[in-house]
């Protein structure tokens, strides 16, 4: 009995492992499709997240700089530094969208922000729609002030008093404002859950085997 739950187990926590591995590919399936289409053009009434989510997509609008965040402890080149973000509003609306709109050096005076250029006039900004990701944080965050530990659009919101979209636009290409945009491409972790799944499938293969030499052994014992 104990050797039978434990090949369901182990099979059913592989066959699981494969599902999300099947999932993630259709999720980069679904990010190379968006991003040989054409852009999606954010319009100024609410979205839902699924219909933006791993797009290109492009705003049309005016930067809002009172209301930046600097995102900490983003690294690039071993350099320590910000992510810039900005919220947009859309032309003729009072709906916001969030613009990640690069990485900016911290400079040696971490009490010295840095100074981010912005356009005074209107702006088309395009990218890739991105909804912030999970996160731990260990103690409570200060809101009050431009540099956040972590984003997310309800708290953006919350502390701005903005209406926003529920996405944020990494920005590419654009204006040379000194701002460093160079974006990863997003990494799935579909390799991760296959290896998951060939470790529960040789869990699965061991048990059987053991359970096949045991029984054996133990029947060559009873008639000796």
Known sequence: MAALVGVVLTAAAGNWQLDRAHQKEARQAA???GAAEPPVSIPPQPVEASALLLRRVEAHGEYVPKAMVLLDNKVHGGVPGYHVVMPLRIAGSGMHVLV???WIAAGR????LPEVRTPQATVTVSGVAVVPG?????GKTDESGPVWQNLTI???VRNKGLAAQPVVIEQHGGPDDGLVRDWPRPDFGIDKHYGYAVQWFV?????IVLYAYFHARNARSKKN
């Not at 999970?134 to 260990?138: A, K, V």
Request: aromatic share 18%.
């Open 154 to 156: 309800e708290r953006f």
């Open 134 to 138: 999970r996160f731990l944080e260990l």
């Open 100 to 102: 990640n709109r690069g």
């Open 109 to 112: 005076d971490r009490g010295q």
């Open 31 to 33: 990010y190379d499709r």
């Open 203 to 207: 869990f699965c293969g061991l048990i």
